[in-house]
């Protein structure tokens, strides 16, 4: 079965200051990975996929990018936080059928 | 594009009640349906799933039955514990993006 690690779990950032969350994917070889963000008391919203490496689908534009250096990698940047990026990060995978897996999430809070 | 509608919350019951959460969705096509749980703090885990019309899918005494006719996949429990107080999602498969569409959720507080 697969396992999804997410880095770091929790994490408090100042305004204006860079971001980097790390997703890896175990037991699965080309997942579909996906990152999504779940506001305070909100639903999830789907910021990014990607079906292979260099592969990357933008949900939502705004100061977010996603990178996939690695088949089982999957990375999620900002060059500037807004407070408004605060909030749960969840990564996904996905393999030949679209059940979707979750990772434990990690909390960031801008402040 | 997909969209997934459930209840509002939240929604508190008595250890032992019978629970019912809805859920309509509207898609292009007979997407699969699932059912997810997020416990405080954690990501989420897939509850149930169904992946065409009148499949009922069923875990830990939940089940839902995908119903074309009235688009929707509500989900059921016959008793209740407080251990299911969680926040319940909804979502629909969404083939074209090989990505799902979550409702809003909906949070389930089990008194005792």
């Given amino acids: 079965s697969q396992t999804i690690h997410q880095?770091?779990?929790?994490?408090?950032?100042?305004?204006?200051?860079?971001?980097?969350?790390?997703?890896?994917?175990?037991?699965?070889?080309?997942?579909?990975?996906?990152?999504?963000?779940?506001?305070?008391?909100?639903?999830?919203?789907?910021?990014f996929y990607s079906v292979g490496i260099g592969q990357i689908s933008s949900e939502v534009p705004q100061n977010l990018s996603a990178s996939r250096p690695q088949d089982r990698q999957f990375i999620l940047s900002s060059k500037k936080l807004l407070l408004s990026d605060s909030g749960f990060y969840l990564c996904?995978?996905?393999?030949s059928t679209d059940t979707?897996?979750?990772?434990?999430?990690?909390?960031?809070?801008?402040? | 594009g997909n969209s997934v509608t459930q209840m509002e919350g939240p929604v508190t019951l008595s250890?032992?009640?019978?629970?019912?959460?809805?859920?309509?969705?509207?898609?292009?096509?007979?997407p699969?349906?699932?059912?997810?749980?997020?416990?405080?703090?954690?990501?989420?885990?897939?509850?149930?799933?169904?992946?065409?019309?009148?499949d009922k899918g069923s875990n830990k005494g939940f089940e839902a039955t995908y119903r074309k006719e009235t688009t929707s996949f509500h989900l059921e429990k016959g008793s209740v514990q407080v251990s299911?107080?969680?926040?319940?999602?909804?979502a629909s498969g969404d083939t074209g993006r090989r990505a799902l569409t979550f409702g809003s959720g909906t949070r389930l507080q089990v008194q005792p």
């Avoid at chain 1, 999504?36 to 789907?46: D, E, K, T």
Wanted: aromatic content about 14%; charged content about 10%.
């Fill in chain 2, 15 to 30: 250890e032992e009640a019978f629970l019912t959460i809805n859920c309509t969705y509207t898609a292009t096509g007979y």
């Fill in chain 2, 84 to 90: 299911d107080s969680a926040v319940y999602f909804c």
């Fill in chain 2, 32 to 54: 699969s349906l699932f059912w997810y749980v997020q416990y405080p703090g954690e990501g989420l885990q897939l509850l149930l799933k169904a992946t065409k019309a009148d």
């Fill in chain 1, 7 to 47: 880095w770091p779990a929790t994490l408090v950032q100042p305004v204006g200051s860079p971001l980097s969350l790390e997703c890896t994917v175990e037991g699965t070889s080309n997942p579909n990975l996906y990152w999504y963000r779940q506001a305070a008391g909100r639903g999830l919203q789907l910021l």
């Fill in chain 1, 100 to 111: 979707q897996y979750f990772g434990p999430g990690t909390r960031l809070t801008v402040l």
């Fill in chain 1, 92 to 95: 996904a995978t996905a393999g």
